[in-house]
Structure formats: structure tokens, C-alpha cells
């Protein structure tokens, strides 16, 4: 057994928020992954999204406690849920940085790091199943922006109005609670890892690149080009010749054993050690 089915007061590095969707029975969920007591890949689902719009409350890189519990219907061994949904109290406990937190993160997130997608795939194709991992790329080709319905699906938005769209402000009254923005794009990386003989093109479901892009447009005043320019900016240009860059990928249950069921859910990307030599120096 990957970890047990009960794990009281679990303590997770927090390293990836997922860009939430609608769902039917909440207003939107994001799927969270992190380290186990800094150690072993375990997933957290769901989550509420209000705490992505609240960085105080679940910043990435920091240690959190709960209550997880494996989920049964779900094949893969790294899935758990907070024993009482969505509504389970989460504990921050502290976070790594701001002083050496590169360096702080890397002792973590560097212990286990493949360099071929292919191995990780073939062991996502066994069982038990691997589902969460990290992958060095190679070599960074491109980062694909292709557009993509600038709305919900309608079934998603109806699903979501027959569930719970409302909740109680301090004061008792109901209020309709607002969906996280659709992406009018869809954002993958174009790379190479260890043994590829071609490209491969893997989506970015990180909340980092989603938030970024709506930041990018309100800075560019609307214009969805120039947002994208700097997106690409910030994910292609300064993280491929600037930092060490590592994936983190995961797996959807209903896609698992595809002939690559990954996409990429976070990018680390601490500043290559000659960068970091300069910033210190000034």
C-alpha cells in the first residue's frame, strides 16, 4: 500500500494548485498536491478554489495540516479527501521563504526527479499505478497558447446553478457566489526529456499561468496579444534561459491510461545557480 486509507493530521508541503472548474455539487473545486511529511506525492481533492483567491490562506510552498482520508473511487494510490470535504479545517503551519526559499524547496522537490517522461508513463501503466511525479525537461522547444471556448460549458454552468452557487455572508444573508474566470486559452509546453526521439506537448493546468494571464491582460489594458506576449515572456524566455526548470505532472482518473495521461499541473523554477550568485552579489 502507497500510504494508509486514514491519515489524522497529515502534514503536506504544498506544491500545486490546479486551475479550478465548476462542479455540481460545489461552486468550483481545485485539485492540490503536495510531499507528505515533504517525502512521498499525495493529492488532495477537493479543495475549495476561494482559497487559491487568498494566497494567506494556502500559499504555495507551505506546510499545512488536515485530516485525509484515501478516496475510494479512485484508483490512484496518491488520492485522498479531507475527511470533511471542503469545509475540513486547514492548518498553515509555516511556509519556505522568502530568505533561502529556493534552496529550502530544492530539498524537497529535487529527492525524487525523473528524466524521462517515457518511464514515468510505463509507470503509470502498472499497478499500483504512479500518477504524480516530477520530470526534468531536457530542452524547452516552445510554449503553445492555442484559443479555446472563452466560456463554461453550458452543462458545467447548469450542473453548478443546481448545486451550491450560494453561501452566507457574516451578516446571514445569501450570496451568489462568483465562478473563477474561463481561460480563452489553453497554455501547454512543447519539450523534450531524456530518450525522446520527438517533442512532446503537454498542457499547463497550473493556477500560476492562469492567474499570470489575467494579470497580463489588465496590465495590457484588455489587449489579449500583449498578454499573451508576456506570458510567454515570463514562460518561455525567463524560466527556460534562466532557471532549473522541473514539472510537476499528474494524471486525470478519466484519462489514466492513455498513451500519455499526464499534463503538467505545476512548473518549479528556482533561478539557475549562476543567477542566484548574482542576485546575492547585488
Not at 240 to 248: E, P, S, T, V
Request: net charge positive; with cysteine.
Amino acid at each position: 500500500m502507497y500510504l494508509p486509507d486514514e491519515i489524522p493530521d497529515a502534514r503536506v508541503l504544498v506544491t500545486v494548485k490546479t486551475y479550478p472548474l465548476p462542479s455540481s455539487k460545489y461552486a468550483e473545486l481545485v485539485c492540490t498536491a503536495g510531499l507528505l511529511e515533504g517525502e512521498k506525492w499525495i493529492r488532495i481533492y477537493p479543495v475549495s478554489a476561494s482559497l487559491l483567491r487568498d494566497d494567506r490562506r494556502l500559499p504555495k510552498y507551505s506546510w499545512v495540516r488536515m485530516n485525509l482520508r484515501r478516496k475510494t473511487r479512485d484508483f490512484r494510490p496518491e488520492s485522498y479527501s479531507p475527511v470533511q470535504g471542503i469545509d475540513e479545517p486547514m492548518v498553515v503551519e509555516s511556509q519556505l521563504g522568502p530568505a533561502d526559499a529556493w534552496a529550502a524547496r530544492r530539498r524537497y522537490v529535487e529527492r525524487e526527479v525523473f528524466e524521462s517522461m517515457s518511464d514515468v508513463i510505463s509507470l503509470a501503466h502498472r499497478r499500483p499505478p504512479v500518477s504524480l511525479a516530477t520530470v526534468r525537461p531536457r530542452e524547452i522547444i516552445d510554449l503553445v497558447i492555442e484559443p479555446t471556448e472563452p466560456d463554461w460549458r453550458d452543462e458545467w454552468l447548469d450542473q453548478t446553478k443546481q448545486g451550491s452557487m450560494f453561501a452566507v455572508d457574516g451578516s446571514g444573508r445569501l450570496q451568489q457566489r462568483r465562478l473563477v474566470r474561463k481561460l480563452p486559452y489553453k497554455f501547454s509546453y512543447r519539450f523534450i526529456t531524456e530518450g525522446d526521439s520527438l517533442p512532446r506537448t503537454m498542457q499547463i493546468e497550473d493556477w500560476e499561468i492562469g492567474a499570470l494571464y489575467w494579470n497580463c491582460l489588465r496590465s495590457a489594458n484588455g489587449d489579449a496579444e500583449t498578454a499573451k506576449r508576456l506570458v510567454r515572456r515570463k514562460y518561455l524566455d525567463e524560466m527556460r534561459d534562466k532557471c532549473d526548470l522541473l514539472f510537476f505532472v499528474g494524471t486525470t482518473m478519466a484519462h489514466h491510461w492513455a498513451p500519455n495521461p499526464f499534463v503538467v499541473i505545476g512548473v518549479f523554477y528556482p533561478p539557475r545557480t549562476s543567477q542566484l550568485r548574482l542576485l546575492e552579489l547585488d
